[in-house]
Structures are given as C-alpha cells and as structure tokens.
C-alpha cells in the first residue's frame, strides 16, 4: 500500500508563494506519474499540475507561468512550487500518484488527504 502525505499549504496574501510537497511511503514498487490537483468550495477537483518519472510536466492552463512542479525520484517525492498566486487559486490541493506498491500489483492511483491553501486578495 503507498501513502501520500502532502505539506506546505497555509495561508497568504496575493502576490504571494507556497512550495507543496508530497511524500510517498509504505510499500512502494513502482511510482510513474505524479501530480496535485485541486478542488475550490463549490467546484470539480481539477488537475493543476503533473510529471512524469522522466521528468515531462503539463500544467493546466490557469497556472502556467505562475506554477512549477517538480519531484525527487530518490526520495519518492514531488513539489509543487507556487508563485504570483491569486485568490483563484484557493483550494484544497491534493498530491496523486500512479503507482504499484508490489511487483505483482498492477498500477493503481493513489491520493493523499489533502492541504489547504488559501490566497487572500
């Protein structure tokens, strides 16, 4: 089984940076992609960001430029830097992977709890 624990949301003003991490644990084989996606009050989880284990990204529109993830395959670890945020970008931001926590297993998604990130105007 592969846990994902995400840290680094809180609270900030527009204008303002935050660096998510998500670290994986437990019984991992295998991890291919990793992402955050987030889901506002009201509103659908959507994918923000995600990266590949060999290092391909794509980012939803809403926050190229602005965002940038990355990951450490070492420590089975992906970041999500965030820059020049803006009130929109309120949501509850959750750390996805696709991975295998056996050999035998086949690929599974696997989703951490959660953190919250709040952008004040």
């Known amino acids: 089984q592969v846990q994902l624990v995400e840290s680094g949301g809180g609270l900030v003003q527009a204008g303002g940076s935050l660096r998510l991490s998500c670290a994986a644990s437990?019984?991992?084989?295998?991890?291919?992609?990793m992402g955050w996606y987030r889901q506002a009050p009201g509103k659908q989880r959507e994918l923000v960001a995600a990266?590949?284990?060999?290092?391909?990204?794509n980012y939803a529109d809403s926050v190229k430029g602005r965002f940038t993830i990355s990951r450490d395959n070492a420590k089975n670890t992906v970041y999500l830097q965030m820059n020049s945020l803006k009130p929109e970008d309120t949501a509850v931001y959750y750390c996805?992977?696709?991975?295998?926590?056996?050999?035998?297993?086949?690929?599974?998604?696997?989703w951490g709890k959660g953190t919250l990130v709040t952008v004040s105007s």
């Open positions: 437990g019984s991992i084989f295998s991890i291919n992609a």
């Open positions: 990266i590949t284990s060999g290092g391909s990204t």
């Open positions: 996805n992977a696709d991975a295998a926590g056996r050999a035998e297993d086949p690929d599974m998604d696997y």
